[in-house]
C-alpha cells in the first residue's frame, strides 16, 4: 500500500470554501517514524499552506454541480510538483482545472526537514464542488 497524506478543496456558491483538510488514512500506522513526521506542527502547517494555495487557484464557476476531483501529487524538496496524477474526475474540464489549480499554486515553497515525510509520501488531494439550494 502506498502511504497517501489525503486533502479536500471544497467549492461553495461561487467561492472556495477551505475546509480542514482530511488525514485519512494518516499513512504508515505501523511506522512511529513516519507518524510523528506527518502529525508534527510544521508538516500540518506546510499541508495547510498547500492546501490554501491549492483552493485559491482552482477556478470553479458559480452554481457548478456537485462533483468530485482526486489527484495524486509528489513533491520535490523545493516545493515543486514533481508528479501530478488525476485519479478520478468527471470530465477533461475537471481534469484540465484541477491540473491548473496545482500548477498556478506551485510551488509550496521548501519542504521544512520536520516535513521530509511528505517527499515519500504521495499527497491526495480530493476537490469537491457543492451546488447549494
Known amino acids: ?31 512511529p517514524e513516519f507518524r510523528a513526521c506527518f502529525e508534527h506542527p510544521i508538516t500540518q502547517r506546510y499541508l495547510q499552506e498547500l492546501h490554501r494555495r491549492t483552493i485559491e487557484a482552482w477556478d470553479i464557476e458559480y452554481g457548478t ?11 520535490t524538496p523545493s516545493g515543486a510538483v514533481a508528479d501530478l496524477e488525476v ?15 496545482i500548477d498556478a499554486a506551485q510551488p509550496f515553497g521548501p519542504v521544512p526537514d ?3 515525510c511528505l517527499l515519500t509520501t504521495p499527497l491526495r488531494i480530493r476537490f469537491k464542488t457543492f451546488k447549494h439550494h
Open 1 to 31: 500500500m502506498i502511504p497517501i497524506a489525503a486533502l479536500v478543496a471544497c467549492a461553495s456558491q461561487g467561492t472556495v470554501v477551505d475546509h480542514p483538510y482530511v488525514q485519512q488514512p494518516v499513512p504508515g500506522p505501523d511506522d
Open 65 to 75: 454541480d456537485p462533483h468530485r476531483v482526486v489527484t495524486r501529487v509528489t513533491l
Open 87 to 101: 485519479l478520478e474526475s468527471p470530465s477533461e474540464e475537471f481534469t484540465r482545472k484541477v491540473t491548473a489549480a
Open 114 to 116: 520536520e516535513a521530509s
